[in-house]
């Protein structure tokens, strides 16, 4: 019986030799997808009518994290991008959020900008990019120095954040421009204002134009949509030039009254259009096929842009997971033809969840509310008025954090730290605030667990607040209708994360694992050093 078993995996051996399959040393591509605002739920919710090769290789074939979490607040989709790319979390890579107060400058700064740059492509108020706000580096950029650079690292998005912080700092960005469609770059990443040719050839198509003259209708029949609340209700946000948040959604009509161009972000066209230029990418750069390990950062931006406007409860975000199931089941098929199956590793992730829309819980009788980040804002300056005298006393309340005035409270020879203080324990008059954390006990005490732990790890020393808020459960900053994220609660930290492909083993693990431990997975796997601010840790289930 021995003798029959080493001989049947002797046969098998020379049978997947003989048809190219024996695995590398290394994989010719690895994939990292994000998608923005994916919950892991819905990959369980929508489950029945996914596609045999879509989401489903990472539930029937790879490696699934059943209790994978963001470990830091806030929650936003600069910080998540770079927290997953980087190994480690705000405090340590310094992307604190998509925009934040820079006190330094007396202005709010973007996550992604760069004055120093200019467009390369695309149009000149989106071509100031790069990574430069990020302080680490990334996963992408320790695979290019490894490998003397030979390695290409081509991140790609929608979001110009969501492609240039996971390209890291040496690799090539790509985003989409909402002013004229076409896909762009910078300064920062090209010496040349010139596209690469397979890039004009792409824009030259104006595949947009094509997409925004269909009509967005539900892939199944609407009375089909079970898992999601019926279509028109009073808590999804409505396109201007409609009257209702409801199917069919006819572009053609939508589209100047609503972005123009970039319109097409908030359909699942803009995860079509996505990967038709992910394609484009592969074959201009030849990723996955020139003896080296590449890297490829995609980014669905689309679903967060839905999610926002119709909540996740809507026909909307269901039709658009089953639209971009099978958008990633014809991917995979590329992949297997172009790169080979067993050739390439993938990972799939979110940069963040997201929380029910805060009337629909109303309805439903679950403690909810809306926070009025605008009234708060002139709490804060009459009670500083009050306690301090005349005085700029607060900068800034953003992000849920409290910016106060550090030089004016020195030139009055007040007790900063004491004011801090004072300021947290006034908004907790307010509510919808549960707790507030001033900047000096982040700064001296050390929080292992629950909120402050997860503030703390979020809190950089240089660029956040002074006095950080944690709303209450189902408690957002927003209107009526849609929803947004930010929190460190479980609906917006849990998120999904699965490796499928070179490499990787079938199974699922429901021990707690964090996106800061995807980085240093992957250096295991590919034998190239932790990028330099890692604070995760490998996933002991996916390389052992």
Request: with cysteine; proline share 5%.
């Amino acid at each position: 019986m021995r003798k029959l078993a080493a001989l049947l995996v002797l046969l098998l051996g020379v049978q997947f030799f003989a048809f190219g399959q024996t695995p590398p040393e290394k994989p010719k591509l690895v994939v990292g997808i994000i998608v923005d605002q994916m919950r892991q739920e819905y990959l369980y919710r929508y489950k029945d009518r996914f596609v045999a090769e879509g989401f489903k290789r990472f539930l029937d074939h790879g490696f699934m994290l059943t209790n994978a979490h963001y470990n830091y607040i806030p929650t936003y989709t600069g910080p998540g991008h770079a927290s997953v790319y980087t190994g480690t979390t705000p405090a340590t890579h310094g992307i604190i959020a998509n925009e934040w107060y820079n006190r330094q400058l007396g202005k709010f700064i973007y996550c992604a900008e760069d004055s120093t740059v200019t467009n390369v492509g695309g149009t000149p108020e989106n071509g100031k990019i790069s990574p430069r706000n990020m302080l680490t580096t990334t996963i992408t950029d320790e695979l290019r120095f490894g490998t003397a650079k030979r390695s290409k690292v081509v991140g790609i998005a929608i979001k110009d954040r969501g492609a240039s912080l996971p390209a890291g700092h040496t690799g090539d960005a790509y985003w989409y421009d909402d002013v004229n469609g076409d896909f762009m770059t910078s300064t920062y990443y090209y010496d040349t204002l010139t596209l690469p040719k397979w890039v004009s050839e792409f824009n030259a198509k104006k595949l947009p134009d094509t997409y925004l003259k269909q009509t967005w209708n539900p892939l199944f029949p609407i009375e089909s949509y079970k898992n999601s609340l019926p279509d028109d209700n009073p808590y999804e946000g409505i396109f201007i030039g409609k009257t209702s948040p409801t199917f069919p959604y006819i572009l053609d009509s939508l589209k100047a009254a609503n972005g123009g161009y970039g319109l097409i972000s908030s359909t699942p066209f803009g995860n079509t259009l996505t990967l038709d230029f992910t394609y484009a990418a592969i074959e201009g750069e030849k990723l996955g096929q020139r003896g080296e390990t590449d890297f490829l950062a995609i980014s669905f931006s689309s679903p967060d842009y839905i999610g926002h406007r119709f909540g996740p409860s809507s026909i909307e975000v269901e039709d658009n997971y089953l639209r971009l199931d099978q958008e990633l089941a014809k991917f995979f098929d590329y992949l297997d033809k172009k790169i080979g199956k067993g050739q390439y590793l993938v990972f799939l992730s979110a940069d963040h969840a997201v929380a029910e829309v805060p009337a629909y819980m109303v309805s439903e009788e679950v403690p909810a509310g809306n926070f009025n980040s605008g009234m708060i804002l002139g709490q804060l300056k009459g009670f500083a008025q009050a306690m301090y005298g005349e005085g700029n006393w607060v900068l800034s309340y953003s992000n849920e954090q409290i910016f106060l005035n550090k030089d004016l409270a020195r030139e009055k020879k007040l007790d900063f730290e004491q004011m801090q203080r004072d300021f947290a324990d006034f908004v907790l008059r307010f509510k919808g605030v549960k707790e507030a954390y001033t900047a000096a006990d982040l700064r001296t005490q050390e929080f292992t667990q629950n909120r402050p732990g997860l503030l703390q790890l979020g809190y950089n020393h240089k660029a956040s607040g002074d006095v950080l808020l944690v709303l209450e459960p189902a408690w957002l900053t927003g209107g009526q209708r849609g929803t947004t994220h930010g929190s460190g609660y479980s609906y917006d930290t849990h998120v999904p994360l699965s490796f499928y492909g070179w490499g990787i083993k079938h199974g699922h693990s429901s021990e707690y694992t964090t996106v800061t431990d995807i980085a240093p997975t992957l250096a295991l796997l590919l034998k190239i050093k932790f990028p330099n601010g890692t604070t995760g840790k490998p996933i002991r289930a996916i390389v052992q």
